[in-house]
T-cell receptor, first 116, second 114 residues
Framework: AQSVAQPEDQVNVAEGNPLTVKCTYS??????LFWYVQYPNRGLQFLLK??????LVKGSYGFEAEFNKSQTSFHLKKPSALVSDSALYFC??????????????FGQGTELSVKP | EAQVTQNPRYLITVTGKKLTVTCSQN?????MSWYRQDPGLGLRQIYY???????DKGDVPEGYKVSRKEKRNFPLILESPSPNQTSLYFC?????????????FGEGSRLTVL
């Protein structure tokens, strides 16, 4: 069965420090992986995705993610955190088409808090 | 501006009073979907639609109905709401290759059922 795990409910980082939000996945076939961010009282915004190719994917707002097939991980990273990065982050994997039309399967979310 | 629009954004209702949450997208997307978000559970798919007049159940369809009469609209219907349907609901759409494209989300509809 397809699944996504975000092992940390909350990540605390000081402004200017690097940040990592962890994600591991389980999927049959090729993994199509996504990161979304949710600011308070807002919808989810797409950050980046891995479909194929380079294992290091760059996305919006200076975020990047590293796909590691052997560890089945897709960790979100940023070299220097900003207070404005504080939000709820979701990792997601796309299920095969025969599984509910290729739905997005989400992790439970990680609350990122960046302190000045 | 490309967007997914949901209404209402906030709603408080009582058990058993039918309600509809509307969703409209202006991107000519074929695929649309409804999710509910609950603390500690992430987002779970309620229903999805691959195209007009084609809808199917997601992971948590009980107590919900949908319709897809037009490409742009995908309303979520709660015929007889119950308190366990108190949640934050999101509509989403995509058409950039259903498997590889990212979903575009609405701003969410926070529903409270008393």
């Amino acid at each position: 069965a397809q699944s996504v795990a975000q092992p940390e409910d909350q990540v605390n980082v000081a402004e200017g420090n690097p940040l990592t939000v962890k994600c591991t996945y389980s999927v049959s076939g090729n993994p199509y992986l996504f990161w979304y961010v949710q600011y308070p009282n807002r919808g989810l915004q797409f950050l980046l995705k891995y479909i194929t190719g380079d294992n290091l994917v760059k996305g919006s707002y200076g975020f990047e993610a590293e796909f590691n097939k052997s560890q089945t991980s897709f960790h979100l990273k940023k070299p220097s955190a900003l207070v404005s990065d504080s939000a709820l982050y979701f990792c997601a994997v796309r299920a095969p088409i025969y599984n509910q039309g290729g739905k997005l399967i989400f992790g439970q979310g990680t609350e990122l808090s960046v302190k000045p | 501006e490309a967007q997914v629009t949901q209404n209402p954004r906030y709603l408080i209702t009582v058990t058993g009073k039918k309600l509809t949450v509307t969703c409209s997208q202006n991107m000519n997307h074929e695929y649309m979907s409804w999710y509910r978000q609950d603390p500690g559970l992430g987002l779970r798919q309620i229903y999805y639609s691959m195209n007009v007049e084609v809808t199917d159940k997601g992971d948590v369809p009980e107590g919900y109905k949908v319709s897809r009469k037009e490409k742009r609209n995908f309303p979520l219907i709660l015929e007889s709401p119950s308190p366990n349907q108190t949640s934050l609901y999101f509509c989403a759409s995509t058409d950039q290759g259903i498997r590889t494209g990212e979903l575009f989300f609405g701003e969410g509809s926070r529903l409270t059922v008393l």
